[in-house]
């Protein structure tokens, strides 16, 4: 098994609009992308979440599968929107 966790801190000027859209397009990669498990996503309630508002976690059968995701061309476009709008933070490992 690998998991894939992430959260963002949203650029100053993303909208509400933008922040749902996002959080629905990843939701949206599940059943999408072969190897894909399982998808979790949603907003940051921590009270320590030191201004990441939204947060995820991903898992696949193998780091392999990660890395094909990684590639994988629906993937890729959500990246070409998505990107620019984020502070991401990342955190891969195999439990």
Do not use: C
């Amino acid at each position: 098994m690998f998991i894939h966790m992430f959260a963002f801190r949203w650029k100053p000027d993303v909208t509400t609009e933008q922040k749902k859209q996002a959080l629905a397009a990843i939701r949206a990669l599940q059943g999408q992308i072969p190897g894909l498990l399982e998808t979790y996503a949603g907003e940051n309630t921590s009270p320590r979440s030191q201004g990441y508002e939204l947060g995820g976690v991903m898992k696949f059968p193998d780091k392999e599968a990660f890395e094909a995701y990684n590639a994988h061309p629906v993937h890729q476009e959500l990246l070409v929107w998505l990107v620019p709008l984020i502070e991401p933070v990342e955190v891969d490992f195999t439990p």
